[in-house]
C-alpha cells in the first residue's frame, strides 16, 4: 500500500509541471494574440507606425505597475489563485478586441495582458520551483519556464498569420482571436489542479520593489536588448513589410523571432549563464542586419532567417541564460529579483518601441531601423564587456 501511495504521489508530482507550463502559456499566447493585427488597425484609424508602436506599448504601462506596485499579490493571494486570475484578465483582453476592433481597443487590451503577463511572470519561476524536488538545478528550472512561456508568446501571433494569409479578409476578428477562450478555459481547468493557494502569506505587502542582487545587472540588461530587438519586430516591422507588399508575414515575422528560441534552451543550461548571454547579444547584431535589410528590400527570406537568428538568441540563449542567473545568484530573493529581471526586459520591449515607431514617422523606415541597429551595436559590445568582468572566476 505505501509503495502504492509514492508511486501515486509521484505520477502527481510529475503531472504539475505539465499543468503549470500549459497555464503559462495560455497566459503568454494572448500576449501576441492581436499583434498581427495592429499595422491594419492602425491603417483603418488613419494612422502610422507611432500609433501603433503606443499601443503595442500600452502592454507594458500594464505591466510595470504590477511589478512595482503589484509584485505583492502571488503572497496575498496564493499562486494559484494569482494565475487563474491573470487567465480571466487574458480572456476579458480578447473580448475586448472582439467587441470593438481597433487601435484603441488594442491599446487597452494589451495594457490589460501587460497586468496579466507580468503577473505570471513573476510567480512563474518560484511556483515551477515548487513542482520539482528540492535542490533542483535552477537552469531546468528556467528552461522550463522559458519554454512554456517562449512558445505561447510565439503561438498566438502565428496561428493568427495563419488565418490571415487563409483569409486575407478575415482581419477584422479572426478565427483565433474567437477560441482564445477555449484554450483559455482548458489553461484553468489545468490551474485547478494545481495547489491555489500555494505561497501565500496575508499579510505580505503589496508593495515590493524589484531586486537586484549582486551580480544579476548584467542579466537585467542583456535581456531589456533583447527584448528591445523583439519589440521593434512585432510593433514596428509590419509597417516597413507592408510597404514591400508583405504585410500578411508579419504575424510569422513574429513567431519566428519568439518561438525557434526553444531549440536553443538545451544548449543555454549546459553552458555557464554568463556564456550564455554573451553569446546570444553577438547572434544579434547579424540577426538583427538580416531583419532590416529583408524588411526594406522586400527579401521575406531574410527577414525570416534574422528572426530565427534573433529568436536563438533571445529567447533561447538571453531569456533561458540570463534567468537561471538571476535565480542562481538571488537565493532567497529569487522573487524580487525575477520582478527586477523582467523590469528590465519590459522596459526594452516599450521604450525602443516607442522610439524606433515615432523616428519612422517623421524620418523614414531606413533611418529609424537604421539608427537602433547602430544603437544596438554599442550596447551589445557594451554588455559582453561588462559581463566578461562580472564572470565567476
Known sequence: MSLDLSARHATTRAGSPARLA???????TAANLHTPLAARYAMADGLGSGAAGLAFAAYVGGALPMLLAGAGLPDRLGRGRTLSLAL??????????????GLAALGLSRALLGIAVAATSTLAPAFMTAQFAPGTDPRRIAARVSVATTFGFGFGAAMTALCLIVDPLAWIRPLTVLAYPVLAGLALLAVSGLPQGAGRRPDAPMLRRPAFPAGTLPFGFAILVAWAVVGVVIAVLPATLARAGLDSYAGLATFLVIVPGILAVPAARRMTPEAAIRRGLL????????????????????????????????YGLVHAGGLAGVLIRSGRAATGATAGFYLLAYLGFSLPVIVTGRIADLAGQEVALGGFGAALVMAVLVLCGLSARTSPR
Open 22 to 28: 500549459l497555464a503559462l502559456m495560455a497566459v503568454t
Open 88 to 101: 480571466g484578465l487574458a480572456v476579458l483582453a480578447d473580448l475586448i478586441v472582439i467587441a470593438r476592433p
Open 283 to 314: 547572434i544579434l547584431i547579424p540577426a538583427y542586419a538580416l531583419i532590416a535589410w529583408g524588411a526594406l528590400d522586400g527579401r521575406i527570406w531574410a527577414v525570416f532567417t534574422g528572426t530565427a537568428l534573433a529568436a536563438t538568441s533571445c
